[in-house]
Each structure stands twice: as structure tokens, then as C-alpha cells.
């Protein structure tokens, strides 16, 4: 049973757009929501965070939006670029270990245009 | 600084053919894991090590075996390979306990034939 729901599969954005990923989860006992950017041939990579005693985190071009009470959360990119073009997961986790001990989404495929 | 290692890169088997494919971190990590990645699948845990001498199963375990005889390895064995098994296979690690992240290797592509 996929615990962290994730849409779109595939998203396509102008150079200088937002892009938007979504995602879902229904254990409330998660506690940790981290996002992870894998460009073609390379593995994933973390590349922003969230706890739920925030609403938003910001890193740069990218920020996590997390509504506790929808249990959801989200990624935007600012001014999107070329080189944001990777595919992009969620995760959640729970407990003491939860920088590892992730449930993935199922990724988005993201691919931003001149 | 290495960080964590796979090898081979590629591999083309033949069904009903074994290997091994290898996965090595010289971060110290006390846990590492494989997972594999298919399309529109995600990331789906095989099995993870908590420690040397320690595995367990995860989501997708059937059909592979694990062992960790040093902090340093764990390398994934397909024990009969069959076509289902055709996957991206990344190996990943990281510290225990807190928000320590995990560190991908840059995947293995095997296509069983």
C-alpha cells in the first residue's frame, strides 16, 4: 500500500515558471517530510526538508509547503530553469530514524523548457 | 571522497543466471539498504542492513539475498535471475537515528533477457 501519494507523474514548465509536486500521506505519525532530486543516470538526493511545527521552508529557488491538517505537502521551484529538469520524490518517516527509514513517492518527472 | 559505490554499472543476464552486485560507502554509515526503481514504480526498499550482521527484508524482498559482514559492504545476490528482476538497483546509506539523509549510489541497470 503506497503510504506517500505523489501527482503529477510527469510535469512539463517554461523556463522561468513554478513548478508545483504534490503529495498525500495518511499515517499521522509521520513526522518527517523530505524531498529528493535525482538527475538521468545518478542516484537520488536530499534536497530539502520539513518537520510539521513548520508551514514552509525555503532553500533558494525551492520550498516546501506543509498543511498538517490536509495532511499534505508540496514543492515548489521559483524561476524554474533548465537544470531543474530531474525527477523529484517525497518521502515521509516517522520516529527517531527518520532520515533514513523513508516511504516514497512515486516520483514526478519534471522537465522544464527554453 | 568516495561516497557510496556500485558496481558493475550495467549488467545483461540470461534468466535462471546468479550475481552479485556490489555496493560499497566509506562514509561509516551503520545503515545501508538497495532499492530498486522501475517506471511509474518509484523507489521500492529490497532489503536493509542496520549494522554489520544485521538484515532484514523490505518491501520487495523475493528473489534476493543480502549479507553485511562488514560495515563497509553489502552487496545485493540475485539467486536466479528472472526477467521481472529488470530494474534500476540503487544501493543507499546513512548515520542512524535523526534527520541523517541517505546517500545514493549512482545505480546499477540490469536487463535480464
Known amino acids: 500500500q503506497q503510504q506517500v501519494k505523489q501527482s503529477p507523474q510527469s510535469l512539463i514548465v517554461q523556463k522561468g515558471g513554478i513548478s508545483i509536486i504534490n503529495c498525500a500521506y495518511e499515517n499521522t505519525a509521520f513526522d518527517y517530510f523530505p524531498w529528493y532530486q535525482q538527475f538521468p543516470g545518478k542516484g537520488p538526493a536530499l534536497l530539502i526538508a520539513i518537520r510539521p511545527d513548520v508551514s514552509e521552508k525555503k532553500e533558494g529557488r525551492f520550498t516546501i509547503s506543509f498543511n498538517k491538517s490536509a495532511k499534505q505537502f508540496s514543492l515548489h521551484i521559483m524561476d524554474s530553469q533548465p537544470g531543474d529538469s530531474a525527477t523529484y520524490f517525497c518521502?515521509?518517516?516517522?520516529?527517531?530514524?527518520?532520515?533514513?527509514?523513508?516511504?516514497f513517492g512515486k516520483g514526478t518527472s519534471l522537465l522544464v523548457t527554453p | 571522497n568516495a561516497g557510496v559505490t556500485q558496481t558493475p554499472k550495467f549488467q545483461v543476464l540470461k534468466t535462471g543466471q546468479s550475481m552479485t552486485l556490489q555496493c560499497a560507502q566509506d562514509m561509516n554509515h551503520e545503515y545501508m539498504s538497495w532499492y530498486r526503481q522501475d517506471p511509474g514504480m518509484g523507489l521500492r526498499l529490497i532489503h536493509y542492513?542496520?549494522?554489520?550482521?544485521?538484515?532484514d527484508q523490505g518491501e520487495v524482498p523475493n528473489g534476493y539475498n543480502v549479507s553485511r559482514s562488514t560495515t563497509e559492504d553489502f552487496p545485493l545476490r540475485l539467486l536466479s535471475a528472472a526477467p521481472s528482476q529488470t530494474s534500476v538497483y540503487f544501493c543507499?546509506?546513512?548515520?542512524?537515528?535523526?534527520?541523517?539523509?541517505?546517500?545514493f549510489g549512482n545505480g546499477t541497470r540490469l536487463t535480464v533477457t
Open positions: 518521502a515521509a518517516s516517522r520516529g527517531s530514524n527518520s532520515g533514513y527509514a523513508l516511504n
Open positions: 543507499a546509506s546513512s548515520y542512524l537515528g535523526g534527520d541523517s539523509p541517505l546517500h
Open positions: 542492513s542496520v549494522g554489520a550482521g544485521i538484515t
